[in-house]
Structure formats: C-alpha cells, structure tokens
C-alpha cells in the first residue's frame, strides 16, 4: 500500500467519527420528542454493535510470573492449573485458590486465617534439639516389666495389658521386640505378684541394712473386714539430709491382741532378714494394745529388745486431749455439729434448698463438713464451716422446723437461735485452732522428737495464760503448773475466750447484762475447758524428760558445749559403739563448735547441713563419726504420720470395685 492510500484509510476514518459524534449529538438534540420511529430504529441497529465493541475491549487478568519473586508471596504463592486450564495463584500455606490479582493476593496475605497459619509453618520450621543417641531396643521380658510397672503405679485393672500393648504396637510398628510381647491379665498379675513386688520389698530391706531405723506400725480394718497391719521403717539419710521412709510389708493379723501383733513385726522382720539390733525405736497410735498398761506391744519390744526407745504418737495424745478437754462444754455443742451435717449428708435436695439461702447474706456455696467420731480435732473445720454458714442456716432451719417439727430439728433451730452458741463454737474455734496446729506440726516428714518437749511447753504456756496470772505462770515449769491453784487464777470475767468470743459475749452483755447467770456459765465452762486441756497434756506427756539425751541435737547447746561430751549419751544409748567411737565422735563434736560459719540461733536442719556438708581440702567429710551419729538421733520417731499415708493410699486402692485383691499385690 503506498502513501495516497494511507492518507485515503485515515480520512475516512476520521469522516466516520465525526458522522458517528454529529448523529449523536441529534438524536440528543431529539430526545424523546423526535422522531420515534427513527429513533427506535437507529437504537436498535446501533446497539448490538456497541455490546460487541465492549466485550472485544474487556480486559482478562492473566498470571504473572512477577508474583513469585515478589519477597512478600515467594515463600508461600504458587502456581496452579485450575479446571479451566489456567494459570491461577495458589496458597502453599493454606492449601487454597486465591483470586486472580495482586490487590487479592494481597488481601489474603493479610487475612486473620493466613497469618495464623503461617506463625504455625514458622514455629514447626524453628530449628528442633539434637536428638540424643538412639536408645538400645529393650528385650520382651523388660518392655513387660515396664508395662506392669505402669499399670501398677496408676491404679489401673490388669485387664488393660492387652489393649495397651495393641496400643504401643500401632504406635510402634517397627519394633521387633514390641512384637515378641505377650502381656494378658493373667501374665500381668503374675508379673505384678512375683517380681515387682519382690524386687521393691528387695530394695526396701536392702536400705534397712545398712541404718540404724524406727518401727512404724498401725493396724486399721479394711473395707473387707480383715485385720491388717502396715509396717513402716524410717531412718536419717546423711547424704540426702531427710527422713525415708521404707514399707516394709503387709500383714494380715488374725485377731488385734498384742501378742498376735508383736509376733508378727518380728517374723515379718526375720522375713526380710532384718537384724532386730537395727531397731532403735518404735512408735505406733497410742491405744491400749499398743501403749496400755497390760501387756502391750511396747512393753513387749522393751522386755526382749530393752534398747528399742517406744515413743507414742504426739498426734493421738494431742487429740486425746483435745476430745477429754471438750467434755467441759455444753454437749448440745457436739450435737449440733453433728446433727447438721447428717441432716445434709443424704439428701441432695435438702442441699439444694440449703443453697437458695445462701445466697442471702453472700455466703459461700459450701457444703457442711461432718465431725470424725474419733478424731476429735476434725471438729474444728466443722466449727469453721457452721460459722461461716450461720446466718444462712439459721434461715433454713427456720423453715424446716415449720414443714418437719421433728426433734432434731427443732433441737437445731434452738441452738441457732441461742446468742450463746456463737460465743462457744467461736471459742471452740480458737481453741481447737492451736490444738489442731501443733498436731499439724508433728505430722511433718522432718525428724522432730528433739522438739517435742519446747513444743509441748509453749503450748501449755499459752493455754495457762489464759486463767492464770502472768507472773505466777513466768516462776513455774509449764509441765509442772498446778493449775488448780485457784489462788493464782484470774477473776472469771478476766478469762481469755478468743478475739471473737469475747466480741460476742461483750454484745450479749450489752443486751441482757455482763453479770447475767448465762454470762457467767459461758466463762466458767470456757475456764474448765480450759484447766482439763491443761491437765491432760501434762499427764500425757509426763515422760518427757526421758528424751533429755536428744538435747544436743539444740543448735544452741551443740554450739555452746553446754554437754562437753557425748560420752553419756553413748551410756544412754550402748550400740551407737557399733555406728562410731565414742571417742572419734567426742572429738569432733567439740571441734564442730569452734566454726565461724555455725552458732546457736540456726534453725536445727539448716545447723547439722552445715556440719554435714563441710569438706577439707581434698574433699573429705571434716565430722564423718559425729554425722553418723547425729544421723541415728534423727532417725527416732515421733508420730505415726508415715503409716497413715499407707492406709490412705490403700484406701485409694481398694474401694467397692478392689475388696477381694490379693495380700500380695496390694503389698
């Protein structure tokens, strides 16, 4: 084509747009008052080629390959082919298609869903610890050893070994010896009854050995009415400066006579092969059979083996006391304890309907706790609980005794609605409060005998203090007070009830009068209550002075010399020769003093860690004879506590579903 004809196309070109603009500009100079027809006309040839002039001029968003170096899409944007065949922008993150554009990549770059699922990818690729090295595959007999041990140590039935071990073989597909286990319930029990057990009790006697060690034993009866005892020993570890304590076995007793009992500690031993002369004390609840005045357990240890030192059960004497002490008060007090928590015991719509009445003085959705028949120091938390329920039970009952006159509920209603009875169970709770801490103290798991005697002493100074003139109380050992000495008793007015108690007997006296009859009686019980709980702890622990010989466990009297040599010590107690020489051990308590890094006002475990612990220079024990020895004195005891825990790890064990387990799988 030569130039002529390129300037003709253009002209007509040009020609064409202006003809187009000027015919549009008349039929907007027309509008709809021109000619109809013609305009009809001109709209309908003109419109079918404006449609299509407007599809050929869309434009199509295609995949660029710019998108995939882009550093924000790069570690996550990939290509894809959908079910068109094009190409289309691909989440590697969350497994999804995104529109076709930067601006959409863009958006579901910063969608809640991608950004939560790329911290996820991030934390996954953070750089994982050095494997260690690959353990050697365990043989068949020791993969069931472990299993048995599991199940054993959670409690669980002997019929799971065998979905256990399907469990461990889908998880473990490629473990041969995995393969090669044959665990039934049967095979477990077995296990369990021959082997683990023996091995433990193994273990247990093999540590007795080598200590001097205390004799722990109870004897409760179980839920399948048979009578068992549990015997524990405990010892002093120097290396790990704690008390350990080692189970020993489980016996069955055919009857709860003394005899029977100690015939079977002592064939239990020989059992075990444990030398009686590593038994230096023994401790046990403080009945009749054990600590009587016939012939009990103790007396006959004492009689055969006379250098055993039998020690009762500070707890049970303190909760001895505790229960005579409380024969002072007004029984209706017990009784209210008790008859409110078996109102609420069996019926959960009674507690239901207890629940809408404490919500009125914003008391909380507590449950009232019941009072043990034989622990009488559970009867504090039951007191608390009352207390901090009153108003609401007050309320309750008030309607209760309207829907169900019974004697027992009215009885209840009256001791609520008496002023008095808050005044006594507030006092019952202060009381019962430092009963129950010094009991708390001795169940410890820290040697303490040696503590016993201050312990008591405080004790007995707080209670007389209460009734009793200061300077009177100050002259006099609190073991030996005589608290009938009414002469040195303070005006019955004076007497000391608690901040509580005191509080409420004060509002009641404003009411009714602070020299009315009922004032009076309140302060004379609280007194007598008071004058019976001292006179018990001095009687029950009369015996004190017989562990003077523990003295020089005090940091105090070691670090002052006060007992210049251990030499009556080892008087008191002949076989401590057989641990170390009198004389090696006399030496180095007298050279332990003259440590600048000891004194006398260190606490006793933080004074003898640091004799323990001290080295000389090529890293021996500077007192090795006099830890050893120290050793033997803390491995006295001083509460039946350990044992407890046995028996209540059994009766986790062997509850409704576990009554007929065999003797020897339980031990």
């Known amino acids: 084509m030569d130039l002529f004809s390129l300037i003709k196309v253009e002209e007509s070109d040009v020609t064409g747009m202006g003809s187009d603009e000027s ?22 040839s003109a419109a079918p080629s404006r449609s299509s002039a407007r599809k050929k001029a869309k434009y199509e968003i295609k995949f660029s390959e710019g998108w995939l170096a882009y550093p924000l899409f790069s570690p996550w944007l990939q290509k894809r082919i959908d079910g068109a065949g094009k190409f289309v922008p691909f989440c590697g993150i969350c497994k999804t298609a995104i529109t076709m554009g930067k601006s959409a990549i863009m958006r579901h770059r910063a969608s809640k869903a991608h950004q939560r699922a790329s911290r996820m990818c991030a934390n996954l690729a953070k750089p994982q610890p050095a494997m260690q090295a690959p353990v050697p595959p365990s043989s068949p007999s020791e993969m069931e050893m472990k299993m048995c041990s599991f199940l054993v140590e959670n409690n669980l039935p002997m019929s799971l070994s065998e979905n256990l071990l399907a469990l461990l073989r889908s998880l473990f597909p490629a473990n041969e010896a995995l393969n090669h286990v ?54 002093f570890d120097a290396e790990s400066f704690k008390m350990n304590t080692v189970f020993i076995d489980l016996v069955d007793l055919p009857n709860g006579k003394a005899d029977t009992i100690y015939t079977a500690v002592i064939q239990c031993l020989q059992e075990k092969h444990l030398p009686m002369e590593n038994v230096i004390g023994f401790c046990a609840n403080t009945c009749s059979v054990m600590f009587g005045v016939q012939h009990p357990v103790s007396q006959l240890l004492r009689k055969h083996h006379p250098w055993i030192v039998p020690v009762k059960c500070s707890g049970d004497l303190i909760r001895q006391c505790a229960s005579r002490a409380s024969l002072k008060l007004p029984k209706s007090l017990e009784d209210l304890c008790r008859n409110i928590h078996s109102h609420f015991r069996m019926c959960l719509q009674k507690r239901d309907a207890f629940r809408e009445f404490q919500d009125l003085p914003n008391a909380d959705d507590h449950r009232i706790l019941g ?79 040696h503590v016993l005697k201050h312990e008591v002493s405080q004790l007995l100074l707080g209670l007389s203090l209460d009734f009793m003139e200061l300077s009177h109380v100050r002259m006099c050992d609190p073991l030996d007070l005589n608290v ?26 404003d009411s009714i009068g602070a020299k009315h009859p009922d004032i009076t009686l309140f302060q004379h019980h609280c007194k007598q209550f008071l004058i019976e709980c001292v006179t018990e702890i001095q ?10 010989f523990l003295r020089c466990l005090e940091p105090a009297v070691a670090n002052n010399l006060t007992i210049p040599s251990l030499a009556p010590l080892y008087q008191k107690l002949p076989y401590l020769e057989e641990v170390a020489s009198v004389q090696d051990v006399d030496t180095e308590w007298r050279k332990h003093s003259t440590l600048p890094t000891l004194n006398g006002s260190l606490p006793v475990q933080e004074y003898w860690r640091g004799v323990f612990t001290l080295k000389d220079a090529c890293g021996n024990q500077v007192h090795p004879h006099l ?17 407890e825990r046995v028996f209540s790890q059994l009766r986790l064990i062997k509850d409704d579903r576990w009554t007929n387990i065999k003797q020897e799988r339980l031990a």
């Open 539 to 548: 009687h029950t622990f009369s015996n004190l002075q017989e562990l003077d």
């Open 371 to 449: 009072a043990g028949h034989t622990r009488w120091l559970a009867m504090k938390i039951c007191v608390d609980r009352i207390l901090e329920q009153y108003e609401a039970l007050k309320a309750y009952f008030q309607g209760v005794a309207i829907e169900d006159p019974t004697h027992t509920n009215d009885s209840i209603l009256t001791s609520l609605t008496n002023a008095f009875t808050v005044a006594y169970l507030e006092f019952m709770s202060y009381n019962l409060g430092r009963l129950a801490s010094f009991n708390k103290l001795f169940q410890s798991e820290v040697p303490l005998l």
């Open 627 to 643: 830890s050893k020895i120290i050793s033997v004195l803390l491995s006295f005891p001083f509460s039946n506590a350990a044992v």
């Open 23 to 44: 015919s549009n500009d008349d039929r907007r100079r027309d509008g709809p008052s021109g000619d109809a027809g013609s305009s009809k006309d001109g709209e309908q």
């Open 484 to 509: 009938n000495d009414e002469e040195h008793h303070m005006p019955l007015c004076n007497v000391y009830t608690g901040v509580k108690a005191s509080s409420t007997i004060q509002s009641v006296g």
């Open 182 to 235: 044959t665990l039934d319930g049967q095979k477990a029990t077995n296990t369990i009854r021959q082997m683990l057990g023996f091995l433990y009790m193994k273990e247990g006697a093999e540590q007795l050995k080598g200590h001097k060690f205390s004799l722990v034993i109870d004897e409760p009866t179980d839920m399948a009415t048979e009578s068992q005892m549990a015997v524990i020993g405990t010892y």
